[in-house]
């Protein structure tokens, strides 16, 4: 696959949930550095959710 944003930088808020996950994902298959940006709440709003860093573990797991 062509990698059509080798040496791009996204940024994408909300990359925990969603669609900001899904565009994370998706940003860094086609090769752009991707900052991963979410608030760590929970899908309810409460408390403290480490869904973001989820979101890190599986761009560097598939090479991003």
Same mark, same amino acid.
């Given at each position: 696959? =062509?990698?059509? *944003?080798?040496?791009?930088? =996204?940024?994408? %808020?909300? +990359?925990?949930?969603g669609?900001?996950?899904?565009?994370?994902?998706?940003? =860094?298959?086609?090769? +752009?550095?991707?900052v #991963?940006?979410? *608030?760590?709440? %929970?899908?309810?709003?409460?408390?403290?959710?480490?869904?973001?860093?989820?979101? #890190?573990? *599986?761009i560097?797991?598939? +090479?991003?």
């Amino acid at each position: 696959m =062509a990698r059509l *944003l080798e040496g791009k930088i =996204a940024i994408v %808020t909300g +990359a925990g949930h969603g669609i900001g996950r899904g565009h994370a994902l998706e940003l =860094a298959r086609h090769g +752009a550095s991707v900052v #991963v940006n979410d *608030l760590g709440s %929970t899908v309810r709003g409460d408390g403290v959710g480490r869904d973001s860093d989820e979101v #890190v573990e *599986l761009i560097q797991k598939r +090479a991003g």
